[in-house]
């Protein structure tokens, strides 16, 4: 060996040399890990991972809550709040993933180019019997949440919905062509129309998602209106006081207001009104 590969095979420090340091030093080391390092503090030993005696929190989540308390504002707070069995370290994680620049975490079906950025989506419109769809995996709790989409075609109109969808895998245990049958639609699906994808979509349901049956909901580019679905019955599809298609090349901006219960659109930084009030 070489010194340098000398040194680099030295042998971990003895966790028992950490445990045994003062507790106020090892929050503060730990208060310069993000989520997933405290994650792995936790499991690395019960002295951090398992709260002491007289403790409310384990060293790890103690270190997440005091973090999380330290540096998020109070618009993050109400987008924010803690689940019953969320850990600090989770909730402290939900907020690492609520500053980060939103993108498309899922590209379920065929059509899309490769992504260059992850905000930005091209999808080859060969043929319009064909559904794909883009999915960003941020996951809204409580607040208000604004995003714009820049949308640019060379067509006449877009045949584009945008919406909100529950927390759900598209793809897992989801066959493109047996379940999907090649279009991926979660908006068009009901237990009528897709009883394989309707039946998996509302099995990954937790106790996260409340008593709404609201599963779906987007703003059809075509004529403004908007559809919705609990993926059983069938989809509902209505006007609303302000309702406008999108035509050719524009921007979409969706506005969901947990707090009020509602989900408003804008175009070209215009409002046009509330699309649905939210269950």
């Given at each position: 060996m070489q010194p340098r590969d000398s040194k680099r095979a030295r042998p971990l420090p003895d966790p028992t040399l950490l445990e045994a340091l003062d507790s106020d030093l090892l929050l503060r080391?730990?208060?310069?890990?993000?989520?997933?390092?405290?994650?792995?503090?936790?499991?690395?030993?019960?002295?951090?991972?398992?709260?002491?005696?007289?403790?409310?929190?384990?060293?790890?989540?103690?270190?997440?809550?005091?973090?999380?308390?330290?540096?998020?504002?109070?618009?993050?707070?109400?987008?924010?709040?803690?689940?019953?069995?969320?850990?600090?370290?989770?909730?402290?994680?939900?907020?690492?993933?609520?500053?980060?620049?939103?993108?498309?975490?899922?590209?379920?079906?065929?059509?899309?180019?490769?992504?260059?950025?992850?905000?930005?989506?091209?999808?080859?419109?060969?043929?319009?019997?064909v559904w794909s769809t883009a999915v960003s995996g941020n996951a809204m709790r409580g607040g208000r949440h604004f995003v714009e989409f820049a949308i640019t075609t060379g067509a006449q109109y877009a045949l584009i919905h945008l919406g909100v969808i529950r927390p759900v895998s598209l793809t897992k245990d989801i066959d493109l062509e047996a379940d999907w049958r090649g279009s991926v639609f979660p908006i068009g699906?009901?237990?009528?129309?897709?009883?394989?994808?309707?039946?998996?979509?509302?099995?990954?349901?937790?106790?996260?998602?409340?008593?709404?049956?609201?599963?779906c909901c987007s703003y059809s580019s075509y004529d403004g209106r908007c559809r919705g679905t609990d993926w059983d019955t069938e989809v509902t599809n209505y006007e609303w006081h302000g309702h406008e298609g999108l035509g050719g090349s524009a921007t979409i901006g969706l506005l969901l207001d947990l707090d009020e219960g509602t989900l408003s659109v804008f175009k070209n930084h215009l409002r046009l009104g509330v699309m649905k009030g939210v269950d």
């Open positions: 080391c730990a208060s310069y890990l993000d989520a997933d390092g405290l994650a792995r503090l936790g499991r690395a030993s019960a002295a951090f991972g398992t709260p002491q005696a007289g403790q409310q929190r384990s060293l790890a989540n103690e270190a997440a809550h005091q973090r999380f308390q330290w540096s998020a504002t109070d618009e993050e707070r109400r987008r924010l709040p803690k689940h019953d069995d969320e850990s600090d370290i989770g909730l402290y994680r939900a907020l690492e993933q609520l500053r980060e620049p939103l993108m498309f975490d899922v590209l379920a079906g065929s059509g899309f180019s490769p992504q260059e950025n992850p905000a930005l989506v091209t999808h080859a419109d060969a043929d319009l019997r699906v009901s237990s009528r129309s897709n009883p394989a994808v309707s039946e998996k979509l509302r099995s990954q349901r937790t106790a996260k998602w409340g008593d709404s049956d609201n599963h």
